[in-house]
């Protein structure tokens, strides 16, 4: 029998025993249309192959796959591939608390094997579905595959980007990771033309093409702090320094990372670092709090926060008055 024609019946094996817990060697045998001895032998291939196959005899037996120390390749039949795709999207976009990257990763290497034919269906699906979250900035999916190939294989990429004053820029990046707020994607990338490292709002993203250009990964700050850092600060044209009597596991579950920045400092105290574009948002912000909180900086916030707090008085005298 020729080597390709068992290797093909092996792996229709694995997919079999995949599909369901436990099949009995004749129907095993039926399926395949083999022998029950042709069956054993097959078993026992994979068993070489690492596949962790058993087997109980007697009535109600038959083989099993079991778990392994390692997962083994997975076989999908077109069913299962597109509704694992289409699961991944999902997941990758922020719809699952936690499974935003991994999603990613998975994504990426069946988008590369995947038939262009089940590729169009998993588009079509997510074409027409929508998930009910707050508002977020919407991202390609194939800008997200794109990037995600580029960070695992170490290559540059080519896109042209939108900056602030809304002009279009032509970036060359060697990316590193990709970081999710779950309102917004970036992109921790070295910036080939400046020769720096920089943090790109993956919406802003057009057109984003990978070259054949790897490069040697190199030391660079930790992704999730570098794009905090980046996102509570240089976006905003004011940027606040506040204490807050408050533990930073308590402000950090009130504040967004995407808002602010929380930083350890003494006596019960924190730090916020957030940002924003209006003096009288960010005195609003730390009011709601709940803390006795200290400005720091800058000097103008604390003339927004008194202004701010006479308002406040007048509402309050304005409905102690009606309320008489």
Do not use: N
């Amino acid at each position: 029998m020729r080597v390709e024609a068992t290797t093909e019946r092996v792996l229709r094996l694995l997919a079999l025993l995949q599909r369901r817990p436990s099949w009995t060697a004749a129907e095993l045998a039926a399926e395949l249309g083999v022998t029950s001895r042709c069956v054993r032998r097959d078993v026992q291939r994979l068993r070489v192959l690492g596949y962790p196959v058993y087997a109980a005899a007697g009535v109600g037996g038959g083989y099993q796959l079991g778990a392994g120390t390692r997962l083994p390749p997975l076989l999908l039949d077109d069913e299962e591939a597109i509704a694992t795709a289409v699961s991944l999207r999902l997941a990758s976009g922020g719809t699952v608390a936690g499974a935003g990257e991994a999603a990613l990763r998975a994504l990426a290497k069946l988008d590369q094997v995947m038939p262009s034919r089940l590729r169009a269906e998993v588009r079509a699906v997510h074409g027409a579905t929508e998930t009910l979250v707050g508002p977020v900035a919407e991202i390609d999916a194939e800008l997200l595959v794109t990037l995600a190939r580029a960070c695992r294989d170490a290559v540059r990429v080519r896109f042209s980007y939108t900056a602030r004053d809304g002009g279009q820029e032509e970036r060359t990046v060697e990316p590193v990771r990709m970081v999710t707020t779950g309102r917004r994607w970036y992109l921790m990338a070295w910036d080939v033309d400046r020769d720096d490292w920089r943090t790109f709002r993956l919406d802003r993203m057009g057109a984003a093409v990978p070259t054949t250009w790897r490069f040697r990964a190199r030391e660079h700050p930790d992704p999730v702090t570098f794009v905090q850092q980046s996102v509570t600060g240089a976006p905003y044209r004011y940027v606040a320094r506040a204490r807050v009597h408050a533990q930073p596991d308590r402000v950090r579950a009130l504040v967004p990372p995407q808002v602010g920045r929380v930083e350890d400092d003494r006596d019960g105290w924190c730090v916020l670092v957030v940002g924003g574009e209006s003096l009288d948002w960010l005195a609003a912000h730390l009011a709601r709090l709940d803390y006795e909180v200290e400005v720091l900086e800058p000097p103008e916030l604390r003339e927004a926060a008194g202004l701010l707090a006479r308002r406040l008085a007048a509402m309050a005298g304005t409905v102690s008055e009606r309320s008489v």
